[in-house]
């Protein structure tokens, strides 16, 4: 396949599972940056699109997501790399025949890049990165959904405009509130988390595989989640946003302060 061939080829293919396919085909064949922590955080982004109902192209933020971290180092400390691998990356995009906005898109997933007029994808891709980025993974403890939403909304993205922060709050904490419906094993999140930590990083395939899996036992989860809320309530109420306030603002605050890992976490590169 020739570089300039690729971006048409990818964006073409509707399947998720096949556009993880194509990209570690790339990150075998040119070494880029390509392991299960982008798989889970490209999930989560499915997600979020899908029970948000966000107006955008769905297919372009997908591919956006496997592809904006292309030259993101492995050394999670290298704090000079963090700042430069989403330029890196876009410059590297446009050699795959990808065009300008869809390498913007990607260059603005962190705010090291100093950009006039953010493109909206950029602020999808942000909320995902540094979510995951405050996540438990494979090799350290973090932080778990709840938590990471506080502290996304109060420390990493404080004082910064992200248009779609709120509704990223509310597809959180639903996700994981599902489970308040009698369901067994549904913190859909929380759930897809614990499954791609089992693995190591690098074992690629097997994260493919298992998101593959964990799609079609999610969604089961969600539908038959969503049955039960109308049968119980018969409208959607605002309880769950109450709740959500009062536990943020009570509770979490305090026992992420008892953890004693709040600085340590929010600068690393996941």
């Not at 922590?37 to 955008?56: A, G, N, P, Q, Y």
């Not at 993205?157 to 779609?164: A, D, H, Q, S, T």
């Amino acid at each position: 396949m020739e570089n300039t061939n690729f971006a048409e080829y990818i964006l073409n293919e509707k399947s998720l599972s096949e556009k993880m396919n194509i990209m570690y085909f790339l990150h075998k064949k040119q070494n880029v940056f390509f392991d299960n922590t982008v798989v889970f955080k490209t999930e989560v982004c499915r997600m979020f699109l899908s029970h948000m109902k966000i107006d955008v192209d769905v297919n372009l933020v997908l591919t956006a997501c496997l592809l904006y971290s292309v030259k993101k180092s492995t050394i999670s400390f290298d704090l000079n790399k963090i700042k430069t691998y989403a330029r890196e990356g876009a410059e590297y995009l446009k050699t795959l025949g990808f065009d300008d906005r869809f390498c913007k898109i990607c260059l603005e997933a962190n705010r090291y890049n100093d950009s006039k007029k953010r493109e909206k994808e950029s602020d999808i891709l942000e909320l995902v990165d540094n979510f995951g980025m405050l996540l438990d993974r494979d090799d350290r403890m973090g932080f778990s959904p709840e938590e990471a939403i506080f502290i996304l909304e109060n420390k990493n993205l404080k004082n910064v405009e992200n248009i779609y922060l709120e509704d990223f709050k509310e597809f959180v904490m639903e996700m994981e509130n599902v489970a308040s419906l009698g369901l067994d094993k549904s913190r859909l999140i929380t759930n897809w988390q614990k499954k791609i930590n089992g693995l190591p990083k690098y074992k690629i395939e097997e994260g493919m595989k298992l998101a593959k899996e964990n799609r079609k036992e999610a969604m089961m989860l969600y539908v038959e989640g969503k049955k039960i809320e109308i049968d119980k309530d018969g409208i959607r109420t605002n309880k769950r946003q109450i709740d959500y306030e009062r536990k943020m603002q009570q509770e979490l605050a305090e026992q992420i302060d008892k953890k004693g890992k709040f600085s340590d976490l929010l600068d690393e590169n996941a």
